[in-house]
Structures are given as structure tokens and as C-alpha cells.
């Protein structure tokens, strides 16, 4: 895929289910993959300091759903607006957990403080991907069954439909493109596997071309930036950024 790219990191998914070619390396910012990209700078949690946030993140979730969240939109507008106030208690359970090689604010210092807000950005997408792929898992079987019920039912009568799609729970491309840009500054070139960004990026690029598997785009750093808070922009240091965009075997 896109075989005149060296390096090329996906983006913004980050799981196996997303995979979009053998020379396409996925990010993942728990430290599971060992055939993940690797990130430069690297992340400031150890893999199993990440691995405790997620398990508490997946905690905390379940709990949402049974106590106070009525919808995907809920549960999203909870992580937005918990995100950036995640922090003292969980860091000091978390650096219990890792020991001394986990993040410590006092040691770090604005850089590293933004790396850990990148990763952290990161883990919550990912979670929401693996509710994603739970949910359509959920979803085949439900869809299986309505089938099978309206087979035994008479033509003119209904099965209950489902009006959630499962999409609503990944997290937008352009929330967590910031840290993709921070962590995968040494790709040559980035492949989209994302059907939401692959239709909106294009009117981004300043330039494009045509190969035989992929559209290559160029999209200059002022037009990403509108989507980068200011903490991140030192960390987003090329002029330009490429993307790939091929053909999307999943569908999303």
C-alpha cells in the first residue's frame, strides 16, 4: 500500500481491525502490539502504566452505563469534559502501579506534561474503538436474530429496529489527530483508515497525485493547526504532512 512511502503510520485508528496493509504500522499507546509503530518521542507511560489507565478507563465506563449515561453521546461528552481534569488521583495510583519509571509531574516538565496529554488522548480513542468493535460484534448477532424472528413472523408484522449505530462511538479524526502528528512526526506519510477523514481531508490538501493503489495529499502544517491546541503546535514541526487515502476494505 502506497509502496513509495517508506514509513507510513495510520491514522486514526489503532487497532488490528483497522490494519490497511503489510507497510501500514499502526499506533498503540498501550504498548500491547509489538509490531506497532514506534513513536518518537516515545510515550512517557510505561505499557503497563497505560494498560492500568485503559483498565480503569473501561472500569469507569461500565460503571457510567449502568449509574448515569443515556446514550453514546453521553458517554463522549463525559470523556471530553473529564479528560483534561484526569490527573492527581489517578497519576499517584498509576505511579504506585509503575514504580519509578511512570510519569511524574514534578520531574517532567511542559514538554513532557504535553507528551502525557497526547498519550492519555490517545488511550480514550482507543478505548472508544474497542466499544466500537464490541458493539458491532453486539450488532451482527442482534441482526442475526431479527432475522431469524422475522422468519417465524407473518410479512406484515415488525421486528423491534435498532437505531444506534456503532460508529457514534469512535472518537472524531480530527479530536485526536493532534497526537498522532506529535507521536508519528518521523512517517513519511500517514494512511487514512477512516471513512469520515478519507472524505474530509482532501479539501485540506494544497496539492494531491494519483497512484495505483492510493491519492497521495499534501497538507500543509497552518491547515492541520486548526484542529491542534496551542500546547501541541511545537510538537507538530513539519511544513507539510502527507496522506494516503486507498481503498477501505471495512468500511469505515
Known sequence: MCEQ????????????????????????????????FTPQPP????????????????????QLAKDKVQNAYDLLNYQQSVLPAMGSEESAALR????????????GGTEREILLAAQRMLLVAYHNESLYLE??????????????????LD????TAQADFSPADMLTLWHRVLPAFLVF???ADAFFVNDGVMAAELPDLAERSAEHDDC??????????????PERFRALCAKETYYFCIGKLENGI
Request: hydrophobic content about 45%.
Open 184 to 186: 508519528c512526526g518521523q
Open 135 to 152: 458493539l458491532c460484534r453486539v450488532n451482527e448477532a442482534f441482526a442475526a436474530q431479527q432475522k431469524a424472528l422475522k422468519s417465524l
Open 96 to 107: 504506585r502501579f509503575a514504580g519509578q519509571s511512570g510519569f511524574d509531574a514534578a520531574d
Open 215 to 228: 491519492t497521495e495529499y499534501a497538507v500543509p502544517r497552518a491547515k492541520l493547526l486548526r484542529y491542534v
Open 43 to 62: 510515550f512517557v507511560w510505561t505499557a503497563p502504566y497505560a494498560r492500568q489507565f485503559l483498565a480503569d478507563l473501561q472500569e469507569n465506563t461500565r
Open 5 to 36: 512511502f517508506r514509513l507510513l503510520a495510520a491514522v486514526p485508528r489503532m487497532h488490528e481491525e483497522f490494519a490497511a496493509g503489510q507497510n501500514v504500522l499502526l499506533l498503540d499507546p498501550t504498548g500491547q502490539n509489538a509490531a506497532a
Open 155 to 158: 410479512e406484515n408484522e415488525n
